[in-house]
T-cell receptor, first 107, second 112 residues
Framework: EDQVTQSPEALRLQEGESSSLNCSYT??????LFWYRQDPGKGPEFLFT???AGEEKEKERLKATLTKKESFLHITAPKPEDSATYLC????????FGKGTRLHILP | EAQVTQNPRYLITVTGKKLTVTCSQN?????MSWYRQDPGLGLRQIYY???????DKGDVPEGYKVSRKEKRNFPLILESPSPNQTSLYFC???????????FGPGTRLTVL
């Protein structure tokens, strides 16, 4: 059965304190791994798509990487506005979302 | 502006009273999907549609119906809502099943 597991469930960091979020997956025939950001009460907003092991993508303070079993979202020197829930997802025919990591950046 | 719209945004109803949540996208996307989001359970897919007149069940389809008569619209129908369908619902679309999804603003449904 296809699965997506995110860790940690919640993370509190001081402003400027870099860290990584993990998304591990078991999918037969990966057709892309997606990262989204979700603010409270709003729809998820697309960040990155990764298709093959070794691929990396960056956007401002965020960098996503992919291996054959997991993906990491690295956050470098975060700011309070980076506080959100970060979701990863994989699309076979049904899209499976992880439960997310709630990130809180303290000023 | 490219967007996915949902209506209503908020709805309080009673058990058994049929309701429809509309979803419309203006990006000519083929793939559309409905999710519900509950605390501790994350986003779970209800139904998805690969194209007009093509729909399929997601992870939690029980108690829901959908239709895709036009490419831009993908309404979610609750024939006889129950309290366990109280949730935050999102509609999403993408140009293909493996593509990035664009989400609507959400519909917060309460069934009493």
């Amino acid at each position: 059965e296809d699965q997506v597991t995110q860790s940690p469930e919640a993370l509190r960091l001081q402003e400027g304190e870099s860290s990584s979020l993990n998304c591990s997956y078991t999918v037969s025939g990966l057709r892309g791994l997606f990262w989204y950001r979700q603010d409270p009460g709003k729809g998820p907003e697309f960040l990155f798509t990764l298709y093959s092991a070794g691929e990396e993508k960056e956007k401002e303070r965020l960098k996503a990487t992919l291996t054959k079993k997991e993906s990491f979202l690295h956050i470098t020197a975060p700011k309070p506005e980076d506080s959100a829930t970060y979701l990863c997802a994989v699309p076979p025919f049904e899209v499976i979302f992880g439960k997310g990591t709630r990130l809180h950046i303290l000023p | 502006e490219a967007q996915v719209t949902q209506n209503p945004r908020y709805l309080i109803t009673v058990t058994g009273k049929k309701l429809t949540v509309t979803c419309s996208q203006n990006m000519n996307h083929e793939y559309m999907s409905w999710y519900r989001q509950d605390p501790g359970l994350g986003l779970r897919q209800i139904y998805y549609s690969m194209n007009v007149e093509v729909t399929d069940k997601g992870d939690v389809p029980e108690g829901y119906k959908v239709s895709r008569k036009e490419k831009r619209n993908f309404p979610l129908i609750l024939e006889s809502p129950s309290p366990n369908q109280t949730s935050l619902y999102f509609c999403a679309s993408s140009w293909r099943e493996e593509g990035e999804q664009f989400f609507g603003p959400g519909t917060r449904l309460t069934v009493l």
